[in-house]
């Protein structure tokens, strides 16, 4: 059980989370049944365990509340998007954050939850093959987060040198016990060798970190005896991106005589129905793949889209009677006040935008 306080601010629930996913626990209690509450919403059930275990895993992709480093936002990863890495911190090592950073992507798995997209195919490499032979030849310039380094190492491949330029490669490779390079040095073999030290070898202890996170949770042996599942674990950011397509497949439509309020006998017409749901096709349809990621996220508490995705069009309690998710059961009630694509739009993107901000009904 994993409770959070929804009367605290952003950087008490980190630390409540941060505290659930840093205690030691046997392999068994990370499968077993989780749940969550919030106290101080009135959400309760699985979506709520959704939304936590969703919260989890963008934590780690864009940060933590959390002031660490005289900084308001504490970042456990960094780098482009489809490249991240480890941040390279002292403390965050001694804080054992990248255990915990393990702990949370086993658990999430477990759970059938989110997982850990974007991450460098050669970090991936490195974390689950332990060779950093084989995770270097994955390697490319914009797995370097450091923009300086990344600069200084793609020097090294230009025909000359100015005088400044030749003391900038000089300084890195003294620092990081390189060989010097000259004119007659192989300067293919000494770009491999900084920009796999300066991704892979300095991220060592991080990424060694993360293994044991994922061991304490009980995947480690499904991934390390099949790397069919490998990229399940850590997807490559295009392919989490949802499409109008994805969504659309999901979606059972609701017909006129399913279309009841909860508080009302009273069935919507059947042109409002048509004209309602044509509305949203066509939101999905123009939608970008973040906004339909948020759109799912607020529809059942996270961004993995179930196999079966339910509307209905409700009774409209007044102008300002917004769309309501019961995530526990997939299902997004719309009022059928909407005349308009434009007021549909207008208030599906205030919806969606909340899931940023807290759970529950807006």
Known sequence: MLTLNATEDDEDR???????????????????????????????????????????????????????????????????????????????LE???????????????????????????AVVDALIYSTKEMAASKLCMEDCSDVEHRETISLVMKERWTEEESSQIRELCLNWYCPVLTNETNRLLLFQQLLSHAVLGRAHAQIKQIRKGLKD???????????????????????????????????????????????????VPTGTVSAITGYFRTFIENATSGILSKLVKFWTGWEVPPSTLNIEIVKSRGRNHLLTASTCYERLRIPDHYCSYSGLKSDLMVCVESVDSGFGLV
Not at 101 to 121: E, F, K, N, Y
Not at 228 to 247: H, K, N, S
């Open 217 to 267: 949770t009980g995947v480690w042996p499904l991934l390390a005896t099949r790397q069919d599942v490998v990229p399940l674990f850590f997807p490559r950011e295009a392919e989490v991106q949802l499409t109008p397509e994805v969504i659309l497949q999901c979606i059972r439509w609701p017909h006129a005589k399913e279309a009841n309020s909860d508080d009302s006998d009273d069935d």
């Open 95 to 121: 804080s054992d954050l990248l255990v915990m950073a393990g702990r949370m992507i086993g658990h999430s798995v477990i759970h059938g939850g989110p997982t850990l997209s974007g991450l460098s195919p």
């Open 14 to 92: 980190d630390i409540a989370l941060i505290s659930f996913y840093k205690t030691d626990r046997a392999k068994s209690q990370w499968a077993a049944p989780f749940h969550c509450c919030i106290i101080g919403d009135a959400a309760v059930g699985v979506g709520v365990t959704r939304h936590i275990l969703s919260s989890a895993i963008s934590k780690l992709k864009h940060g933590f509340k959390l002031n660490l480093g005289n900084a308001a936002l504490t970042t456990l990863l960094e780098g482009q998007t489809g490249h991240l890495v480890p941040v390279l911190s002292t403390s965050l």
